[in-house]
């Protein structure tokens, strides 16, 4: 506080009154996360203060709040011989993260100088814990040898997320998926590309590549899958051409028929629904269908001039569709073309 009074000395004893009672503001307890909405160039200040100072203090007060939770986050679960002063901050950080988690996300695209520093504090839930509790660093603590990146993957809910088609190759092979529910993630991620050397993944971006973790006959397997499926693929893509960008054999589903994805660096399905909930302009999507080809489902598309393929096809992506987490675009024949199938 001396050096932000000193610094405060020069703007003159109106505006460095001003200056100092928000400076307090920020540093009283239980308001950390302000500072990073000082932080923020259309915060208003009074139009008489220098800029370098008001800069200062607003980096000042950055630096001292992430220094703040840094040791909240070290401490949040004390170690069983912890000092009595360490374990009076049991779960307090877990508190702040409740209350202001989206809001330190939102640093990513907006704090580039402390991008690391806060990518740091980030909390997630996970295939292994519901708990909002997994940090980057807990995670590659535990990655398996070989493995090469972080996956994750972003949904409307926590339900949502651990029952996405998406991740039955990850629950084959017990590699673990952070599970981002906030409506904020995918947007700040496009500002984190990796942690500490090691790159982020969707896994419902691109196609599946496992490295070392997938074994040569599966790779094989897949391969020959995809050859023999061609012209079922084909006839696939020409029935959905108005809805998928591309169809293909899937080397990430074990259980379920279908899944879509996007490519690699494309806008997923769902920041897209979020952009148009939200009033705003978003480009159109067309995500890629990927198909089970040893799932029952699919095997009978395969049959000799099947009566029914175009009804099939276009259930398969309406299903892969709801799993995502869309609605049909149209509900009505989705239906149609289920019951045709029961009768």
């Not at 590699?175 to 050397?197: K, P």
């Not at 993944?201 to 897949?222: F, I, P, R």
């Amino acid at each position: 506080m001396v050096a932000i009074s000193q610094r405060a000395q020069g703007l003159g004893t109106e505006n460095a009154f001003v200056v100092l009672a928000e400076v307090n503001q920020l540093i009283r307890e239980g308001r950390d996360i302000i500072s990073f909405c000082i932080g923020q160039p259309d915060f208003p200040t009074p139009t008489n203060i220098q800029d370098a100072g008001v800069k200062a203090i607003r980096e000042g007060n950055t630096r001292r709040v992430l220094s703040v939770l840094e040791d909240l986050a070290k401490h949040d679960v004390p170690a069983d011989d912890a000092s009595e002063d360490d374990k009076k901050d049991a779960g307090k950080f877990t508190k702040f993260y409740a209350e202001f988690g989206a809001v330190l996300k939102e640093g990513l695209g907006e704090d580039f100088s402390n991008k690391d520093k806060i990518s740091k504090l980030l909390r997630f839930a996970s295939t292994t814990s519901d708990a909002v509790s997994v940090s980057f660093a807990d995670y590659k603590a535990r990655m398996k040898e070989g493995q090469e990146a972080i996956y994750y993957i972003t949904a409307d809910t926590l339900a949502a997320a651990k029952n996405s088609p998406q991740l039955e190759v990850f629950r084959k092979k017990g590699i673990e998926v952070l599970l981002m529910t906030d409506r904020v993630d995918e947007w700040a991620l496009n500002f984190l590309n990796e942690f500490d050397g090691t790159a982020l993944q969707s896994v419902a971006k691109g196609a599946v590549d496992l490295g070392s973790l997938q074994d040569e006959a599966e790779k094989k397997a897949a391969e020959d899958a995809a050859e023999t499926f061609k012209p079922i693929l084909a006839k696939l893509k020409e029935a959905l051409k108005d809805k998928a960008e591309d169809v293909r054999v899937t080397t990430r589903l074990v259980d379920s028929p279908a899944c879509l994805v996007v490519k690699d660096h494309g806008m997923s399905m769902q920041l897209a629904r979020m952009l148009k909930q939200a009033g705003q302009e978003a480009p159109e999507v067309k995500p890629v269908l990927e198909v089970n080809a040893e799932h029952p489902l699919v095997k009978k598309l395969s049959a000799d001039a099947n009566p029914h393929f175009h009804d099939l096809a276009h259930i398969l992506f309406d299903q892969a569709l709801l799993a995502e987490g869309g609605l049909p675009e149209d509900p009505a024949a989705y239906v149609k073309r289920v019951n045709a199938l029961l009768v």
